[in-house]
Nanobody
């Protein structure tokens, strides 16, 4: 499975961005999907995940109520809508696919995209 993340950019604090991740080469509808982020000098951390059938979603505490993960199996895409963005949301955002159920650890995922930079200015 190949994953291509896009939609990052520069946004002011309080603004919004919608990240998109396009999947190809596999059966997208069978994968749980996740978003992670990595800020300079920090480890990659979990942001959000969605089950293979879209039945459940999960969020890291700091983004609950601000970020929404969704998927469109007809388009082989997963999205991350971020609202009320804060400077601490600045990071490279990665999408990932898991052949099993969702997880919050990097090791839970089998395939990774290349990342898209999100910068939130204060």
């Amino acid at each position: 499975v190949q994953l291509q993340a896009s939609g990052g950019g520069l946004v002011q604090a309080g603004g919004s961005l919608r990240l998109s991740c396009a999947a190809s080469g596999g059966t997208f509808s069978s994968y749980a999907m996740g978003w992670f982020r990595q800020a300079p000098g920090k480890e990659r951390e979990f942001v959000a995940a969605i089950e293979w059938n879209g039945s459940s979603t999960y969020y890291e505490d700091s983004v609950k109520g601000r970020f929404t993960i969704s998927r469109d199996d007809a388009k082989n895409r997963v999205y991350l809508q971020g609202n009320s963005l804060k400077p601490e949301d600045t990071a490279v955002y990665y999408c990932a696919a898991s052949r099993s159920r969702y997880g919050s650890r990097v090791g839970d995922y089998d395939y990774w995209g290349q990342g898209t930079q999100v910068t939130v200015s204060s």
